[in-house]
């Protein structure tokens, strides 16, 4: 029996790093996403391939799936491991986590059945579009598991990113005593033609982000007040113009807080138009607002990846 499982990228619009601690946020999931496709076979071994958007497999391995009779578990191991790379064996060693701690949830695998297992994204790997948070989704649907555990139980973060690979429309996101609290929002402003999001050509650890946000000796009580009021302003704001200004006020209160520039001050200081950083600050997207006109500035500065809004969100 063939099994196919599909989970949306994401963006955060808003609350990024604040998110953490509770501070409503506005995230969107993307037309972008990645697939999850399994096979059974007659050995005890998963067989893991995954393509790129270019349709080449930049990751192939075999895991053995074994039973530990003493303590009746199941266990997996890389097969022909020395024969890995370092970035293979290192996302090996990943996948091994993500599936061991999906079966403490719910024993899915045996050491009777083995699968086939193919991933495709749908948007490049070096966007940050949601590569992690899509395969821990995919793989929750694989094993029956609620996503939110499975994330948690094997890394960490505020796992806004597993509620956008699970809706279709833009959401507020907020955690409520540890607990997500998801809501469906109308997020159509008259000017969303206006709106853009460019890629900064590099890929962000939104891990090592985090860490530094958390190391900071602050009290976050504020911030979270202040970025939760932004929030619900920008959702409902008639005019660019008004969007631009709660845009200034939301970065201007991170970059204080987390004592770095904003992405405008450090890239694009000469830019007509206004950006919001997205996410874990110093990597993958921005959202730009303006003209047309005022976008071809981007390319000029040899920023090519430039996608209107409505391109990018469901």
């Keep these: ?33 990645q697939l999850l496709s399994i096979r059974k076979n007659n050995t005890p071994k998963i067989v893991w391939s995954s393509i790129d958007i270019k349709g080449d497999t930049w990751f192939k391995a075999t895991f053995l799936i074994k039973s530990d009779d003493s303590t009746n578990t199941i266990y997996l191991e890389i097969e ?49 579009l949601g590569s992690s948070s899509t395969l821990i989704n995919n793989i929750a649907s694989w094993a029956k598991v609620d996503a939110y555990k499975l994330l948690w139980n094997a890394f960490s973060g505020s796992a806004y990113d597993i509620a956008c690979a699970q809706h279709n429309y833009p959401i507020t996101y907020r955690l409520n005593e540890g607990k997500p609290e998801v809501k469906k929002t109308d997020f159509k402003p008259p000017f969303i033609d206006k709106l853009y999001f460019v890629y900064l050509n590099k890929k962000q650890n939104s891990r090592e982000g985090i860490s530094n946000y958390k190391s900071i000796p602050k009290d976050k009580t504020d911030l ?31 970059s204080n807080f987390l004592q770095i520039p904003t992405q405008k001050e450090a890239l694009f200081p000469d830019f007509e138009g206004h950006i919001k950083s997205l996410g874990a600050w110093g990597g993958d997207f921005v959202l730009a607002t303006g003209t047309p006109r005022q976008m071809r500035y981007f ?3 040899g920023y090519l990846t430039l996608i209107p809004y409505k391109e990018m969100v469901l």
């Design 80 to 128: 022909n491991k020395n024969n890995l790379d370092i970035d293979a064996a290192s996302t090996a060693e990943t996948l091994i986590r993500m599936l061991t701690e999906a079966q403490k949830l719910n024993p899915f695998l045996s050491a009777t059945t083995g699968y086939f297992v193919e991933t495709k994204l749908t948007f490049p790997r070096n966007w940050g």
């Design 299 to 301: 390319k000029r500065k």
């Design 224 to 254: 979270i007040v202040k970025l939760s009021e932004l929030t619900k302003q920008m959702i409902i704001a008639e005019s660019l113009t008004d969007f631009n200004s709660l845009i200034l006020s939301h970065e201007n209160i991170l």
């Design 1 to 33: 029996m063939n099994s196919t499982f599909y989970s949306n990228g994401k963006l955060l619009l808003t609350g990024e790093y604040a998110v953490l601690d509770g501070a409503l946020s506005l995230a969107i999931p993307t037309k972008y996403g």
